[in-house]
DNA sequence: GAATGGATTGTCT
DNA sequence: GACAATCCATTCA
């Protein structure tokens, strides 16, 4: 959920993939450290938050694996609280499913940039909390929207949900 | 200070 | 299903 003095805005996270460490192609991490990927060699338990395309802000949940640095891409949210100011965000025609549809998307819809880099996912106004959750069927399959390492089945997504993004791969 | 590219999205066929 | 738009932050000189 993320806080904001517009409100706060939160969803249940519905689709994530995960950035394993430098032998990962497309994790972030493979080049070796640099200023941007910093907050990947940081603590676990940190928001990473950059920008693609010039246009679009994608936030991750930091995490380490085996202590090599990793990453959880946030793709999608089912919205929960505060769908007013998401449509806000987003616009008043957009569907509640797709409010938080695709990573770009959710970013958007929290109010999630540059600034929101580094937070604490634990103690700032930018949180993951387990609220726990109905049992739910999950799928995984390949990454997708990158261009290399693609063949690591290490996208998952609560299966049939509505607001999962995939138009790529089904 | 200039060049580069991307973990996307939306629109068109 | 395919492709182009978009453009800032990062990177490199």
Request: hydrophobic share 35%; net charge negative.
């Given at each position: 959920m993320h806080r904001t003095p517009a409100g706060t805005a939160a969803g249940m996270i519905v689709e994530t993939e995960a950035y394993i460490g430098e032998d990962d192609p497309a994790c972030h991490a493979a080049p070796g450290p640099t200023r941007r990927n910093a907050p990947l060699y940081g603590p676990p338990g940190i928001a990473y938050v950059y920008l693609n395309y010039g246009i679009h802000y994608l936030v991750n949940a930091v995490t380490e694996a085996d202590g090599h640095p990793a990453a959880v891409l946030i793709r999608a949210l089912s919205p929960v609280e505060g769908l007013a100011l998401m449509r806000k965000r987003r616009g008043e025609e957009v569907a509640e499913h797709d409010l938080c549809r695709g990573p770009g998307n959710l970013t958007k819809a929290l109010g999630?940039?540059?600034?929101?880099?580094?937070?604490?996912?634990?103690?700032?106004?930018l949180t993951i909390e387990d609220r726990g959750c109905e049992v739910v069927a999950v799928s995984r399959g390949p990454r997708i929207g990158i261009r290399v390492g693609v063949d690591k089945p290490w996208r998952y997504w609560v299966t049939g949900h509505p607001s999962v993004s995939g138009r790529v791969i089904k």
């Open positions: 999630i940039s540059l600034s929101e880099n580094e937070l604490d996912l634990m103690s700032s106004r």
